[in-house]
């Protein structure tokens, strides 16, 4: 038996390495790094530009909420055309050309910045917001698409929760440095999206890298999910805006997993909002008692307050992010196999809601926030990158994307109907929203249940 290397021996530290698979490791775990470092320098940002975008009518949080909407609806689109994209282009080849493209819009919203070179365009912020989304789609998801082509059912067990150690790892640094570059002042907020550029070309290189190392392996024939007709997956040519959504409906398994995707969101996204709520209030409050009242500074205060809110709120939850993603989330997924690493979000957020309904104060929607948001960014992000893992090929550059974006941004959609609803026709309090969030997080818990028991059985079949 081949010997390891002094570094895989280190890695062993955090999972099971075998001899000839630390390269290929590492650099998975330095390309996720400087992806989701680039996206956490522009996503603090998101927030404080979305915080200047007014929309007669509508509070701060609506207009955030119905952001996230419009972003569930143009992802029909996007989705379709991705599916389209794979089937004409290798994994490497679409991975690069996104990425660029994604670089591109960088640029250009850099010049459109409120106070930039531009006073200020109508609707930019809610435009900026939109596409952070698609940087979603056509960047952080499309790598762990790769990621689960890459590794077989068996590595990957042993890999994804080392190499998401590398993403909760990026986003820790890239919260960081937003907080650091904000509050000292050192570098201005209009420079990050150009910052968030030079890693991203950093990342192009390493999966070609990754390319030339790895050698395709064969699906077996039949496995695509649980031994169910694979659907469009078989049929390249019949890509389209609706395929994604359809996709789906050919299988239990798939259905399963939408759905808690789906819950997942909708939970998490109705407590942003009300996070975001709370934290404009707040931001009201101490601008008055700072006597600020010219409309262009108490514009900037809003926008710079926002931003070094979240880049602090974004370091803390990816703190202890990354500690669980080091230290317990291969083991959780060793010794409590799938369902526990699946089931442990909601049984969390089932608390973190219930506390937050009793006292919906700042505080400790902040801290018990951190507590939801740590866990989805390690251990649940670990599940959905693992729930993949039986499929084929064919099926996860489909599924996934579709899932991992169309589904969450229903979520979204879900959320913005709760906000609409709740803010316009029921007038709900706070901690109101925070009693339905329990309510969702038992629906939640049911559909996980039955995805944890459709995942053995497929994992069984592929076997």
């Not at 996720?32 to 975008?53: C, D, M, N, Q, T």
């Not at 989705?79 to 290798?90: F, K, T």
């Not at 939970?267 to 942003?272: D, H, L, P, R």
């Not at 090929?393 to 589904?407: C, E, H, N, W």
């Amino acid at each position: 038996m081949t010997r390891l290397t002094t570094t895989e021996r280190f890695l062993c530290l955090f999972t099971e390495v075998r001899s000839g698979e630390g390269a290929t490791a590492l650099m998975m775990f330095a390309n996720v790094f400087l992806i989701l470092l680039a996206y956490y320098l522009i996503k603090p940002l998101r927030e404080g530009w979305i915080a200047v975008s007014d929309i007669e009518g509508l509070s701060k949080m609506e207009v955030k909420a119905y952001s996230s909407f419009a972003q569930s609806l143009v992802l029909l689109f996007v989705v379709g055309w991705y599916a389209r994209l794979s089937d004409r282009w290798d994994r490497g080849t679409l991975f690069t050309r996104a990425t660029l493209f994604c670089i591109s819009n960088m640029v250009i919203f850099w010049f459109l910045q409120p106070d930039f070179f531009i006073d200020k365009l109508p609707s930019t912020g809610i435009l900026y917001y939109l596409w952070v989304g698609m940087f979603g789609v056509f960047v952080v998801a499309q790598f762990w698409t790769f990621c689960a082509d890459v590794y077989t059912d068996e590595r990957g067990k042993r890999m994804l929760p080392f190499i998401a150690i590398g993403a909760t790892s990026g986003a820790v640094a890239g919260s960081w440095l937003v907080d650091r570059l904000v509050s000292s002042g050192a570098v201005s907020i209009e420079s990050l999206l150009l910052i968030a550029t030079l890693p991203l070309f950093v990342s192009i290189i390493l999966v070609d890298k990754v390319e030339q190392r790895e050698v395709h392996h064969a699906e077996p024939s039949g496995e695509a999910v649980a031994g169910e007709n694979s659907g469009p997956a078989d049929h390249p040519g019949e890509s389209s805006i609706w395929s994604g959504a359809r996709l789906v409906l050919i299988s239990r398994f798939l259905l399963l997993a939408a759905l808690v995707t789906m819950f997942t969101n909708w939970v998490n996204t109705n407590g942003e909002n009300l996070l975001f709520r709370v934290i404009q209030e707040s931001l009201a409050v101490e601008a008055h008692a700072q006597g600020i009242a010219g409309e262009r500074a108490l514009l900037e205060f809003v926008r710079d307050g926002t931003t070094a809110f979240y880049g602090n709120f974004f370091f803390w939850v990816n703190v202890v992010a990354l500690l669980l993603q080091a230290f317990v989330a291969s083991r959780l997924l060793k010794y409590g196999g799938f369902a526990a690493i699946l089931l442990i979000l909601p049984v969390i957020a089932l608390m973190s809601y219930s506390v937050m309904a009793l006292l919906p104060v700042l505080a400790v929607v902040k801290v018990m926030k951190i507590a939801e948001n740590a866990t989805d960014y390690s251990l649940n992000n670990t599940s959905r990158h693992v729930l993949w893992l039986p499929v084929s090929s064919a099926m996860r550059f489909r599924g996934k994307p579709a899932i991992d974006t169309l589904y969450v941004r229903l979520g979204d959609g879900l959320a913005a109907m709760t906000v609409l609803i709740g803010v316009q026709l029921l007038a709900l309090a706070t901690a109101a929203f925070f009693a339905f969030n329990v309510f969702l997080v038992l629906c939640w818990l049911v559909v996980a249940v039955l995805l944890v028991k459709e995942h053995r059985r497929a994992t069984e079949a592929a076997a």
